[in-house]
C-alpha cells in the first residue's frame, strides 16, 4: 500500500481579486520548478484540507490548492451571488495565467472531477493530463439517484429524517425543491434542522460504515447553513450547465492523458458514472476499487491516488 506523502507547508498563499464581491483563496506547496498540479476539492463549498496537499511528491510537483468560491478560505463564505460554474472555470483560468502556468494536471474528485472535465472542455490546450476520482457527471439521474430514489434505498432511515426535517406543504414539489425552498426561506430553527439531516444523510452515504453519528457538532452553526445552502444552490440549478454536457463533450478531451478511480462502494456517486466517462474517453486508465467508497480516504483508495500521481508525472512534459 502506498501511503500519502509527508506534511508540507505552502511557500505561498494568496487570494484571487475577481470583479465580484469574491476572493479566492489560492495557495501554492511543493516544487516551483516541479510538473503544476491543480487539486478541485467537491462539494460545491466543502474547502481544501492539509492532507490534500499530500497526494503529490513534493520534489517533483508545482502543487496548487484553491478554495472555490464562496468554499473555505475564501471569502466571503458561502455567497452564492456570481458564483455558477462558469465563474469557478473562469477563476481556474484566471489562476493558472497569473501563475505563469503553460499547462497543469488537473486532480479533482467528486464535484472536483465534474469541474476538472468542464475546465478541460474549455481550455483543453492548457491541459497537461487529468486524475479524477468518484466522478460525479451532473445528469439529472445522478441526481436522483442521491435526492429521490436510489441511495435512500440503502440509508432509508436517514433519508425519512431528512424528509421528515423540513414543513411538510413543499414536500409535493419534489425533495430537491423542497430542501431548496426550505433551506433558503424557513426560519432559523428549521434550516439548522434541515442541515443536521442533510448533514447526517450526505455523511453516512459518503462515508458508509466509517460514517459514526456521534461525531456531528452538537449545534449547527450559521456557516453549515451556508455550506448546505450553496449545494442546494448548484444542485437547483443543475450545476450551471446542459443535461448531459459533460459526456456529451468528451470527444473534445481525448487526447488529454487520463487516469479515471472509483470505488466499486460508492453509494453518492455510483460506479456506473465512472464507467459511462471510461467510454467517453476509451484512451483513459480506468480502475475500479473493490471496496473504496466515494471519499478520498481509507487505505485502497489512497493507495491508488498517490500511485496515479506516481505514475502521471513521467507522462507530462514540463511546460
Known sequence: MTSLYPEIEPFNHFFLETDSPHQVYVEQCGNPQGIPVVFLHGGPCSGCRPEHRRFFNPELYHIILLDQR???RSLPFGEIRNNTTQDLINDLEQIRQQLKISQWLLFGGSWGAALALLYAQQYPEQVSAMILRGVFL?????????????AGRIYPEYWQNLLHSMPQEPLKHGLLEALTHSIFAADEVTRKRITRAWMMWSGQTALGPYYDPAREPEHISEKMVKQVQMEMHYAKNRYFIAENQILENCPTIQHIPCMIIHGRMDLVC???????????????????????????????MISALVDATDKMHPKIQTG
Not at 138 to 150: P, S, T, V
Not at 278 to 294: E, N, Q, R, V
Open 70 to 72: 464562496g468554499s473555505g
Open 138 to 150: 451532473a445528469r439529472q439521474k445522478d441526481l436522483d439517484w442521491f435526492i429521490d430514489e436510489g
Open 270 to 300: 455510483p460506479t456506473e458514472a465512472g464507467f459511462s466517462l471510461s467510454k467517453a474517453l476509451p484512451d483513459a486508465d480506468f480502475s475500479i476499487l473493490p471496496t473504496a467508497g466515494h471519499v478520498a480516504a481509507g487505505n485502497e
